[in-house]
C-alpha cells in the first residue's frame, strides 16, 4: 500500500466550478498536511498545510482533515484556468525530522 | 536574492562525467533536503542535512554524493551517472527539523544523463 495516495487525474472542472482534491494516507499517526500546487516545469509552491481534523480556509482554498477516515482534501471555489496545474499532497510522517512523504499528484484542468 | 536558488536550472552530462548541482537558501532556514522527482512517480527523499549535518540517507546510490558546508548551501555531487538518473532534482529548505510548515523549494535541476 502506497503511504500517500492521490488520483492521477486529470480532473476536469469547467470555470467558476468547485474542485475538489482528494488524498489518502496509510500511516494513522502521521501529524501534518500539505497542499503544493506544481506547474508543468516549475518547482512545487505550498498553498496550505493542516494540522486538525475539519476545515481550514485561505482565499479560494480549503483544506479538510479527517484522521478517523485517513483522509485529506483539497477545495477549490471559483475555479480560474490558472488553477490548472497538479497538486500534490504531502503527508509527515510520525518520528523524527521533517521528511515529507508526497503523493504523484493530481492534475487539475480547469477549462473555459 | 530570496528564497532557494538552484543552479543550473538545466544539465545535460555523459554517463563518465563529473558534475555537481548547487542549491543556495536566503530563508536562515535550518534544514535543507534534496528530493528527486521523475515522470509518475512522487518525490523521493534522498538526503537531509541540519545545520551541516546528514541525518538522513535515503538509500541512495554513492554515485550521488552530497555536501553541505554550511546551513545556506548544499551540493550534490554526480559521478558516472546511469541514464534512469535523468529527473529533476529539486533542492528544499525548512527552518528546522521540528516546524510544521512545510518545505521551501527551489526551481530544480532538469538532469539528462546520455
Known amino acids: 500500500q502506497k503511504e500517500v495516495e492521490q488520483n492521477s487525474g486529470p480532473l476536469s472542472v469547467p470555470e467558476g466550478a468547485i474542485a475538489s482534491l482528494n488524498c489518502t494516507y496509510s500511516d494513522r499517526g502521521s501529524q501534518s498536511f500539505f497542499w503544493y500546487r506544481q506547474y508543468s516545469g516549475k518547482s512545487p509552491e505550498l498553498i496550505m498545510f493542516i494540522y486538525s481534523n475539519g476545515d481550514k480556509e485561505d482565499g479560494r482554498f480549503t483544506a479538510q482533515l479527517n484522521k478517523a477516515s485517513q483522509y485529506v482534501s483539497l477545495l477549490i471555489r471559483d475555479s480560474q484556468p490558472s488553477d490548472s496545474a497538479t497538486y500534490l499532497c504531502a503527508v509527515r510522517l510520525p518520528g523524527g525530522g521533517n521528511k515529507l512523504t508526497f503523493g504523484t499528484g493530481t492534475q487539475l484542468k480547469v477549462e473555459l | 536574492e530570496t528564497g532557494v536558488t538552484q543552479t543550473p536550472r538545466h544539465l545535460v552530462m555523459g554517463m563518465t562525467n563529473k558534475k555537481s548541482l548547487k542549491c543556495e537558501q536566503h530563508?536562515?532556514?535550518?534544514?535543507m533536503y534534496w528530493y528527486k522527482q521523475s515522470a509518475k512517480k512522487p518525490l523521493e527523499l534522498m538526503f537531509v542535512y541540519s545545520l551541516e549535518e546528514r541525518v538522513e540517507n535515503n538509500s541512495v546510490p554513492s554515485r550521488f554524493s552530497p555536501e553541505c558546508p554550511n546551513s545556506s548551501h548544499l551540493f550534490l555531487h554526480l559521478h558516472t551517472l546511469q541514464p534512469e538518473d535523468s529527473a529533476l532534482y529539486l533542492c528544499?529548505?525548512?527552518?528546522?527539523?521540528?516546524?510544521?510548515?512545510?518545505?521551501?523549494f527551489g526551481s530544480g535541476t532538469r538532469l539528462t544523463v546520455v
Open positions: 530563508l536562515g532556514h535550518n534544514a
Open positions: 528544499a529548505s525548512s527552518q528546522d527539523l521540528t516546524q510544521n510548515y512545510g518545505y521551501t
